[in-house]
C-alpha cells in the first residue's frame, strides 16, 4: 500500500500480500527526519544511512521556503520542483504531487517536504525495499526505507518529540533513536546534518531591524508635527525642472534620519504616500 501524506499519521507497510516484487537496494536507501522551528524559522533534515556520502544526494532545503528529502533511488528534481511549487503558492501536498506526475520513475522515491508554516506530505513507494514507510506530524516528518523494522520511524518520531535544546540536537537524538532501534538493515556508514535559515525572518519583533524601523517612523511623525503637515514614506528623491526643462533630481528626507546636510531646506509632501 502506498501513500500520500499531509501533515498527519500515514505509514506505508508490505503485508505478506502486498510484499514488492522489486526488492533492490539502492545506493540512497537510508532514514531520515525533516523538521521546521516555528519560532525561529528554522528549517533541518538528519539523515543516516548505510551508503556513503548520503547528505549530498538526499536533500534540498531554501531558507524560509521548505525542506525536502528525496530518497530510495534519488532525484534531485524534487528538491527543486517542490520548492520552485511551494514559492509560486502551491501547498506541500500539490507541490509533491506535481513533482510525481512529471517523475517517469515515481515508483522508485520516497519524497517528504515540510514547509515554514509547517504544512507536509509524504510519498513511500510499495516497490521501494521495506521496512519502509513514513509519518508526518505538525513540525516534522520521519521517513525510511531498507529498515531492519517499523519502529525505526516510531522511535525517531518519540524521540524528536521528547528532545531538548536546538533543532539540531534534536534531529541527532531522532537519529540516534532511530539506530537504536534497528536502523538502515544493512549497517550504518553515512550520515548528514543540514539546517537552513530563514532568509528573512518572519517574525522579528524586538530585534534591531525592528527597533530601527519603528524608530524611524516615530521620527517622520514628529517631524510632520513639527512643520504641520501630513507625514509619510514615499521615493527617495524629488525632482524639479531646469531653465531647460530637463529634470534634476534631489535627494530628500528628515533630518536626524537622513545622511545629508541641509534636509530641512526643503519640504516635500507626497499626498498618495501621507498621513497625518
Known amino acids: ?9 500515514a505509514l506505508t507497510v508490505a503485508s505478506a500480500e502486498e510484499t514488492p516484487t522489486r526488492q533492490y537496494a539502492p545506493a540512497d536507501s537510508t532514514f531520515s527526519i525533516i523538521a521546521v522551528e516555528k519560532d525561529t524559522g528554522l528549517l533541518g533534515l ?11 544526494r538526499v536533500v534540498t532545503g531554501k531558507g524560509g521556503v521548505a525542506i525536502v528529502a528525496h530518497q530510495s533511488v534519488c532525484n534531485p528534481m524534487y528538491g527543486k520542483l517542490i520548492i520552485d511549487g511551494i514559492e509560486c503558492g502551491m501547498t506541500p501536498q500539490q507541490a509533491l504531487e506535481f513533482a510525481l506526475r512529471a517523475d517517469k520513475e515515481p515508483d522508485r522515491r ?5 514547509d515554514i508554516q509547517g504544512r507536509s506530505a509524504a510519498w513511500s513507494s ?5 521496512w519502509a514507510g513514513h509519518k508526518c506530524m505538525p513540525t516534522y516528518c520521519v521517513q525510511g526505507n531498507t529498515l531492519a523494522n517499523g519502529n525505526v520511524i516510531e522511535e525517531m518520531g518519540k524521540a524528536f518529540e521528547a528532545a531538548k535544546g536546538p533543532l539540531a540536537e534534536r534531529l541527532l537524538a531522532a537519529l540516534d533513536a532511530g539506530q537504536a532501534a534497528g536502523g538502515d538493515r544493512r549497517g550504518m556508514q553515512g550520515a548528514m546534518l543540514k539546517i537552513v535559515k530563514p532568509l528573512v525572518r518572519a517574525d522579528y519583533d524586538d530585534t534591531l531591524l525592528d527597533q530601527t524601523c519603528r524608530a524611524a517612523v516615530r521620527r517622520q511623525i514628529e517631524y510632520g508635527r513639527q512643520r504641520a503637515v501630513p507625514w509619510g514614506v514615499s521615493e527617495s528623491a524629488y525632482n ?8 534634476q533630481y534631489r535627494a530628500f528626507g528628515v533630518p536626524g534620519l537622513g545622511l545629508k546636510r541641509g534636509l530641512a531646506d526643503d519640504l516635500v509632501v507626497a499626498p498618495y504616500a501621507s498621513a497625518t
Not at 126 to 130: C, F, G, L, N
Not at 240 to 247: G, I, P
Open 1 to 9: 500500500m502506498a501513500a500520500i501524506a499531509a501533515s498527519g499519521l
Open 240 to 247: 524639479l525642472v531646469d531653465a531647460r526643462l530637463t529634470y
Open 110 to 114: 520516497q519524497v517528504a517536504v515540510i
Open 46 to 56: 538528519g539523515v543516516q544511512s548505510k551508503a556513503l556520502s548520503i547528505g549530498n
Open 126 to 130: 510499495k516497490t521501494i525495499p521495506d
